[in-house]
């Protein structure tokens, strides 16, 4: 039954069936992972995007709060070969549009072949394949999402662990996961958690052995303020970054970023570490990357498949970022070590 319409980029509209109701619109993204639809689904780095499992049956483990990575759903809409009602009804409570009986395949290798794309969706008893051309008309480029921190990121600082024996953590938060605060927590890492936009003194007042800078939705370049805070805060305070963090890091001192064609997206990528030579699996969703690392940053990692970098660092400033996340979730635990690593550095 056909009750909703996919408009990709150029033009093309794929009929597909409804399972949540509504119009929406994003970039269309994918994830190859065959488990962990909870933690994407919830993690803030989708916002704007639409998400299209290339794993076919989505939601075979129900959906428990327990996984979710933030306090909801991000992505704009949802596209699937087969949604069960367990997920279907949480993104119909949610508000997402939602859709499956479609070929996913044929959009996750169309969206390799050509590129990220814009994307419309109508979903419902009355939707039409113009209402979903008129959502595609309005969808803007990623980068065009000048605001997209505010979207994400804590209105008021907050704090985790406050009377925790370990580091003393400022996490700017560009869109957090959960698992990153978690991390940190079972570490004994006492977390203040700050906006996107926090000023210098907001961080002094902090007084961090570590400041770390997260992951995040959107463009690295429309995060202004986190770069202005990172410059002013290398060589002074030991410093991490994870995802957007490792691209807004890169920017910030004296590098540059780009846009990928379609970005990495899913649970198997594979990063060698330069050092020590080994290959550990990851979990990534990025569609940035560090183009030119800049003078100050070494590239000590980089994904096996495309050379791009995957982990910079630099001894003397005390700085290590990765394009991956080591939190995983979802995703292999192999990179977990990362949060030992950057909080010994904060330590000496
Ligand atoms: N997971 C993330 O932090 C994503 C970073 C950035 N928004 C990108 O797409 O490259």
């Not at 994407?40 to 794993?55: G, V």
């Not at 550990?280 to 560090?290: A, I, K, L, P, S």
Request: charged share 30%; with cysteine.
């Amino acid at each position: 039954m056909t009750d909703a319409y996919v408009a990709i980029e150029g033009g093309r509209v794929v009929e597909a069936r409804s399972r949540a109701p509504g119009t929406t619109r994003g970039e269309l993204v994918f994830t190859t992972a065959y488990t962990g639809y909870e933690e994407s689904l919830t993690d803030p780095s989708y916002e704007e995007q639409i998400l299209t499992f290339s794993y076919p049956l989505i939601g075979n483990y129900g959906v428990r709060e327990e996984r979710f990575e933030s306090d909801r759903v991000h992505p704009r809409g949802v596209v699937a070969r087969e949604l069960t009602e367990d997920v279907a009804e949480w993104l119909e409570s949610e508000g997402v549009p939602a859709v499956d009986h479609l070929d996913t395949r044929e959009l996750v290798t169309g969206i390799r072949d050509e590129g990220a794309m814009k994307c419309g969706i109508a979903a419902g008893p009355d939707a039409t394949e113009e209402d979903a051309l008129a959502e595609l008309e309005q969808c803007k480029h990623m980068s065009d999402h000048t605001e997209i921190g505010a979207q994400v990121s804590v209105g008021e600082p907050e704090v985790f662990n406050e009377d925790g024996d370990g580091e003393t953590v400022a996490l700017i938060d560009c869109g957090a996961k959960g698992s990153i605060i978690d991390s940190l927590v079972e570490r004994d890492a006492t977390v203040h958690v700050l906006p996107y936009d926090a000023t210098e003194d907001d961080v002094a007042a902090v007084d961090p052995d570590l400041l770390f800078i997260s992951n995040g939705p959107g463009d690295p370049e429309n995060f202004e303020q986190t770069k202005t805070l990172v410059d002013s805060y290398a060589g002074e305070t030991p410093m991490a970054g994870i995802c957007l963090g490792q691209q807004v890091v890169a920017s910030a001192l004296g590098g540059s970023t780009e846009k990928m064609e379609f970005g990495h997206r899913g649970v198997n990528q594979p990063v060698r570490d330069l050092r020590t030579d080994r290959v550990v699996m990851t979990t990534q969703n990025h569609g940035y990357t560090v183009a030119e690392p800049g003078e100050k940053l070494e590239v000590t990692q980089i994904n096996v498949n495309d050379d791009t970098p995957e982990g910079l660092e630099n001894d003397d400033l005390e700085i290590i970022t990765r394009q991956y996340h080591p939190e995983a979730n979802p995703g292999p635990n192999d990179s977990k070590g990362f949060f030992d690593d950057v909080l010994a550095m904060a330590e000496d």
